[in-house]
């Protein structure tokens, strides 16, 4: 089985375009491995617990109960809205998550991995997690994710020995950021890490060389809303020992019910670079200390800028994945995201791009080939064209095995491309003049729908809608309906 998760979304506010674009890269690889005839566990999640959550419900009036169950129907909504696959919903306020953390703590504590210390150092809110005073230094003082002064807290906190796994966690990375992403994706020894993109790696190498231990719980004075340390009641478990233990206790996986989960360790971790470093360095410190498999590789994108500015309650600029899909539909949002954000990279958004990508790519490339194709079988041999499928080969495969997803789909179009320009060459409605060439403008006719249908199969993990009208269409007894309009024209 394969096995796929995100990062789980944190509660205190509505879903974001990050968050759908965890949900549409995970989404992408899980349904080529469903193609290629592969079981997949595809997990995501909310993430519930924890200081930001609480202050949020205290603001709107509500409890943190109320509040998380509202919110996480927004995220679960979305990923129906979005078309993505077949999935497993973890939220970590579910009695078997927190029962499993628990017990989680109390292996991690039995094996000598926690000891309970004084903390004094620097806090940020927005990220809930701590940073050493050379951090601190180099971001001038301020959190260069949330652009707030950090808080200096001194309290007495829980800890993990990361630094007894610093050797091993740099030897994971060192030997995944040597293999490729085909390499890492076949193995199964569960002693190294990929980060993609590679640089990133490089990143983390630099943070472990000063990495200390870490605080893995608050003062319930300071956070009350969370999973109770065990056998300490006046400490609250640190979201990121509460959160990061969902990959493993979820659904199909159920650690520690199941010291060795079929489905564990996960093939790709989608996740934001922003929070890399805790994927990258405490997660697998966690999973040593437990005696498991590190995940195989992380996938780890970047940020959706809108009109490239940092998306902002301030500025007024924050766009919704419900405003987009509710005006432009599911598929034209999973192209848009998959194609034009880089998938390892930062990416913008404006709505004239959206529309220009909308019209000029989906509804003019795209739509009006398997327009004129259709009338043109319909028009000169009845509808009776018969694709030769086998005859076509899928030249995007091995880049999204390499999970290169926005270069994948831009080699898709240039073959669609290819076959409006190889219409406007040839010009079939000059060879339907001449009864003579009509078994030519059948073959032309018979490779071009071939064409179309094939790249319907490999549209298939990024429009879905879109690859089922088309074969629905093209079938291998030939056109019995309309063209259907795949994608309407917007203003």
Known sequence: ?????????????????????????????????????????????????????AQKAKDLDLTPEKLTDQNSVLFKDLLTKMNVSDHRFVRTTSPDHKRRVAEIWQKLDQAGHIYKNTYSGWYCEGCEAFYTDSEVKESDGKCPIHHRPFTKVEEENYFLRLQTFLPDIKKALLKGSEMSVADALAGDNGDYIKILPDFRAKEILNLLEKAPDVSISRPKSQVSWGIPVPGDPDQTMYVWIDALSNYITGPDLEYPDHENPKAWPADVQVIGKDILRFHAVIWPAMLLGLGLKLPKVLLAHGHVSIDGEKMSKSLGNVVSPDQIIDKYGADAFRYYFARHIPTTDDGDFTWDKFNTAYNTELANDLGNLVSRVSNMCTKYFDGLIRPEQDKITDSSQATMNDLEFSTALDQIWERIRIQNRR?????????????????????????????????????????????????????????????????????
């Open 1 to 53: 089985m394969k096995y796929i998760c995100t990062a789980i979304a944190y509660l205190n506010g509505p879903p974001h375009i990050g968050h759908a674009l965890d949900y549409l890269l995970a989404d992408l690889w899980a349904r080529q491995q469903l193609a290629l005839g592969e079981k997949v566990l595809f997990q995501t999640g909310t993430d519930e617990h924890g200081q930001k959550v």
């Open 423 to 491: 219409i406007d060459a040839e010009k079939p409605w000059v060879l339907a003049k001449d009864d003579a060439s009509l078994p030519q403008l059948n073959t032309l006719l018979t490779e071009i729908v071939s064409n179309i249908i094939q790249i319907a199969s490999e549209i298939d993990p990024f429009l879905p809608e879109t690859s089922a009208k088309i074969r629905a269409h093209f079938t291998p007894d030939g056109i019995k309906d309309k063209a259907p309009i795949l994608f309407p024209k917007h203003d």
